[in-house]
């Protein structure tokens, strides 16, 4: 029996709602495999801005760094658009990667056979889709200096930048993915028209010299977003800078049916961070219909990178397996023939199913 203590971040829109049926499923993994789970309840974003002015504290931060994993909902909505950029609820989200130093987000793509029919794409297409997107977190355009409007408002700007240090670092953990997958890594820039996108693509080339098992390309963004659509198997890992990675998660999430679907694993730094790629949902926000499946299966990746428990994590994967090939969809995966169920009623089949996997 283990004892494990985990940050819990409900967040905004439509957070709390998933993340509560993530907890109802670790509850069922603890049952089945003796372990304890302690939670610390933290906000970030805008019920952070409600409760205490701004969208992460300091207190927030450290009781994050005192445990073992972060659950982390979504964060973001109308009510707090309108702020400065520095007291956005985002802002509160790119604190938190920044200061955990979780500068790896792990973005899988994989299609389940049962839900071939859900995507907008065609059957042979997608079928069989296993593909990652790494994403660098903590660098990039996201962070670069200087950024800002000018006084008179008639400028704005960011700065794309990136050191050898971070290229590096990410390059070389993508390689030890794709390692020990199919092997085959995509490297995304923009090196026809952007320096750091050159600079990037020379440091991935020199980090390949330790990868001779490993074969590499490169393409364009551009390309790669047309490619994504095209022939998705093609790929095995794509590594790419941070604006560039998220915007083809979003996409990638499309191949599997709905952003409901595609969870996320931000790691490298003291505390691993596990999220679902999609928002708060503002448009279905306390309605009780997102799927929280994205969110579980971001529960898996916390069990399998943040805590180490492969059989655990596995088993959360196969409880959704299972409970998609029974037939219950929320309506953003649902077919005309499937069992429609609610977020609840999801939550309440995948916990149940913990125990018959
Ligand atoms: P979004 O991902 O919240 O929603 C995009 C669309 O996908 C919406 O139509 C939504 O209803 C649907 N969708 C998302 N998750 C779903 C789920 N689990 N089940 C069913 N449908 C789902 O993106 P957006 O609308 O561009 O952004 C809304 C807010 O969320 C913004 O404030 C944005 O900044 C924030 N955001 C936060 C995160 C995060 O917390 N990591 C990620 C993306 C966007
Ligand atoms: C994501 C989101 C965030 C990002 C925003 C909300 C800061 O879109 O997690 O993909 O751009 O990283
Ligand atoms: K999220
Ligand atoms: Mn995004």
């Known amino acids: 029996m283990s004892k494990f203590v985990i940050s819990v971040m409900e967040g905004d829109g439509i957070g709390p709602e998933i993340v509560k049926e993530g907890i109802k499923v670790l509850e069922e993994v603890a049952k089945k495999f003796n372990h304890t789970f302690e939670y610390k309840y933290v906000d970030v974003g805008g019920c952070s801005i409600d409760k205490f002015g701004v969208p992460l504290t300091q207190e927030t931060i450290d009781t994050i760094l005192s445990t073992d994993a972060l659950f982390f909902g979504s964060v973001g909505g109308p009510k707090w658009e309108n702020l400065p950029h520095h007291l956005k609820p985002e802002a509160g989200l790119l604190g938190i990667r ?4 979780a500068f790896a987000n792990l973005r899988p793509a994989k299609v389940f056979n049962e839900l071939v029919d859900a995507s907008t794409l065609k059957r042979e297409v997608i079928e069989g889709i296993d593909l990652i997107v790494v994403r660098e977190l903590t660098g990039g355009i996201y962070f670069g200096e200087p950024r800002g409007f000018s006084q008179d408002r008639k400028k704005a700007f960011n700065t794309m930048v990136y050191t050898d240090e971070e290229v590096r670092r990410i390059a ?4 030890e993915i794709a390692r020990q997958r199919r092997k085959k890594l995509t490297s995304v820039d923009k090196a ?8 990037w693509r020379d440091i ?9 098992d490993v074969e590499l390309n490169h393409m364009y963004v551009d390309n790669a977003a047309m490619q994504l659509v095209r022939n998705p198997k093609q790929f095995d890992v794509i590594v790419t800078g941070n604006i560039f990675g998220d915007i083809l998660s979003d996409e990638a999430s499309m191949l599997t049916g709905s952003i409901g679907m595609l969870a996320s694993a931000s790691v490298g730094g003291k505390v691993g961070l596990f999220e679902p790629i999609h928002g708060s949902a503002p448009d279905i926000a306390g309605l009780g219909i997102a799927n929280p499946i ?15 428990l492969d059989k655990e994590a596995k088993c959360v994967e196969d409880a959704v397996s299972l409970v998609l090939k029974m037939g219950y969809r929320t309506p953003d995966i649902a077919t005309n023939s499937d069992k429609k169920v609610n977020t609840a009623q999801m939550g309440d089949l995948i916990a149940k199913a913990i125990h018959e996997v």
């Open 192 to 199: 026809n028209v952007l320096e750091v996108s050159q600079f």
């Open 204 to 212: 991935v080339i020199d980090v390949s010299k330790d990868y001779p």
């Open 172 to 175: 070389k953990l993508a390689f």
């Open 98 to 101: 920044k200061a955990l130093g």
């Open 294 to 308: 994205a969110q579980i299966e971001s529960l898996a990746m916390l069990l399998k990178y943040g805590l180490k």
